[in-house]
């Protein structure tokens, strides 16, 4: 018991040093539980996903963190503080309007092969290069349109993706140059003034364009020989959906302070066999469920937890007159039925927030947090409650049964759910709570994944448990996932006021005015309900003693191993 | 004998021919589209995709080119990895067959074996000691087995011993294949030596063992000349669907124990929606079970002359 309230307060101590963010100590380290992996200077971890290397092609958080260690991007992520720092560019300005900013790329930058010989200089050319791959319809990439805020740069695609009507416009003409060897100016079509947060997402790494038209575009970077790096390690091996190997570059720029000689990632399916590998001494560093985390937490052992920025929520499909969910007054009966504590608690038993506001892991002008912002806004109140609010819930159901014109009995909810048992779990708890306190029998109905996101793309559903997670750190990024046009909202949402909002924060350059129109959007989504945020994920993972610190977790920064310092 | 081989070929030839046609109309009516991910792409991006893989034209169109490309033996460009299914079907056959040969050999000769004792020390200890093997072998399925093997062997004895005998998990030395072999080979192993026993019981109440015995000959030269032969004919019967099923791999074991083999891609490639690996691993898949069925067919002839090939 008393290894048990130890090992809380020791959680408790973790989650406040890191929300000063600094990058992590181990809170375990000399205990001698977990020795962790026995190579020197080399550390093992898991990675969920490493199904392409190709960076234009990247789309996944894990696979761009592997990226994050081979490949240097024109700026970076700090791991102590989660600002951006220098890389490929040593400096850089930007123009009065925001418009124009022009990179002054590190002198003596080397690209190296997989057997870590030096192959090139890094120059601006690289950058022009592989922008104009990521924005070349043939390449098809998934995240071309991060490439797509230069000027000329959607037209550009439309035009070369053979869109009818859309005028010409060459490649040349698209808003990144190459004035010389070290010098790269970009040209925006809008002011962003989360510009540097674009070109450090790993997509936006360079390409070294000999190296890449000589394997030929179908080759690059399916192998560890067909590709080229830049970044603090170079890929030497790589067996698919297993593991990757990358070494120590000797060659990169701040490779005095890298210390670990190799870090091997690796994929895991079954989650017991993770557990045991971990256990074992073969891997440093897991994620882990929260029955793995009680009995981590029995031992003694600490777990630690950091924020992805991922925020969950129930989409609702409220654009067809003839489902019931399409009653504001009923979504807010069923967000104030909900106990998202309970729910946390039963399925996820980590230390997962019932969330206040909707968007996540994004900072604020002013306070630490983009949400602070908004709870201060909002007097301090939240916008969604953390237990189930019965009196709230029953005023809004009442309400809704008189708009419908229809008894309890008769509401047809039904939570469409993708397979998986902690997902089903998920909806069967909210199932449960909607039932005691509305008297609602909502119906699950149980959909493989790729059939639950067509019929979700497709609005053909009630209720459907979602998640988002940030792509850059700024409320834009969760924000105009609202709007009218947004593919991504799949709720048939449409408010001409809260599409007047997102227009006019893109527009707004100052930095407090453009924050309040952000939280007036966090305010009417709370209003007219079309989600109903449910969590912020905490993540839990152990780490073995041999990291002993310097490694982080963050959100946009799934991991950050590059400066981990070992235990002697 | 040579007219038989060529007819059971065109009938190979038939039977993928089916296979892919009904496999590549069934995946079309899965419901999504490989292209549906948790966040949206544009319309323009969308089209750029489908053209990319060739989903852009009519379905019969694509299957033409698809049975064209079948036939030049290019099974297309996986579209969750962006590499040729043939390339990942290679590599990952490779350390599937490799595991599958270990497997196969341990429960061939064990199960062999096995059967074999039981049945000639019919109702003593070593029967039942060996039906119980057998029991075990074919009641638990090969994950537990492989759970089972992998916490006791691996986690918890390196524990007490201090030291490293089975790694945990893994894939690259010849340790790293004692485990998953085992578990893998268990289950085809009860099936032989349950087999075995039963066959070889038949044999050795027949006139032909008594005629051997009359002649004196030794009960070494008796099970070894006439009684194992004859009886392991079932067992080879069996050898075809288990050869293909244990050198395609399993989802179970290679999941726990993390091995990079074939057997992920059937279940993954569905969920992901990847046309051309679920085509990839299905041709693959059932050209290899049609080579083994006919492979043991033959071989039956060898082993029996009593069984003529041609009809």
Redesign the interface.
Known sequence: MKNRLFAWLLCLVMLLTASVAVAEVNPNAGLGYYPGTSTPGSIAVECSTM??M?TI?M?YNTELGIARHTQDCLVKLSPVDNQIVPAAAESWESSADGLTWTFKIRPGMKWVNSNGEVVGDVTAHDFVFAWSELLN??????Y??FAAVFKNAQAY??YA?G?EGAPEVTIDQVGFKAVDDLTLVCELENVLPYFLQYVKFEVMSPIYEPFYTEVGA?NYA?SPDTALYCGPFYMTEW?????IVTKKNPHWWDAANVSLDQIEW?????S??KM??F??G?VDLIDVTGEQREMFGAEGFTVSNYIGGYSFYLYCAIDNPDRDISNLNLRKAISYALDREQLINTVFKNDSEPSPTFALGISGVNTETFSEAVLAANGGERLYPVNSDEAKAKEYFAKALEELGKTADQIDVTFMVSEGTQNELYNQVMQEQLRKVLGIEAKIEV?????A???R?AHNYDLFA??WGPDYNDPMTDLDLWTTT???NHTGYSSAAYDELIEKAKVETDMVAREQIFVECEKLIAEDMPIIPIYWRHEDYVVSEKMAEGYARLPFQSYNLIYTKLAD | MARYIIKRLVYAVLTLFVLITLVFFMMRM?????????????P??L???N??YGLDKPVFIQYLMYMGNCLKGDLG?SI????PVME?VA??FLVSADLGIRALIFAVIAGILLGAIAAIKRGTFVDSLSMFVAMIGVSVPSFILG?VF??FL??QL??MLGMNIF?????GTFKHTLLPAFALGLGSLATVSRLMRTSMLDVLSSDYIKTARSKGLSQGQIMWRHALRNAVMPVVTIMGPTVASVLTGTFVI???????GLG?YFV?SI???DYTMIGGTVVFYGALLIICTLVVDLLYGFIDPRVKLEE
């Open positions: 199904s392409v190709n092609d789309t319809p043939v390449n098809a990439c998934e071309f349109n695609y439309d993706s869109v179908e399916t067996v698919l959906e297993n593991k690796i994929k895991y399916v079954d017991n066999a045991n590998a256990q074992g073969e959909l493989t994944i790729t059939e996101r067509a019929r793309n979602g998640g947004n593919g991504n | 899965l419901p999504g589209d490989p292209f549906l991910g948790e966040k949206a792409i544009s323009t991006a089209a750029n995709m053209a990319k460009v969750t990895y962006n590499r990942i590599e990952s759970a992998q916490y691996g986690l390196r524990k790694p945990i998990q893994g894939w290679e999941s726990i124990f993390n091995i990079p992920k993954t969920k992901d929606l």
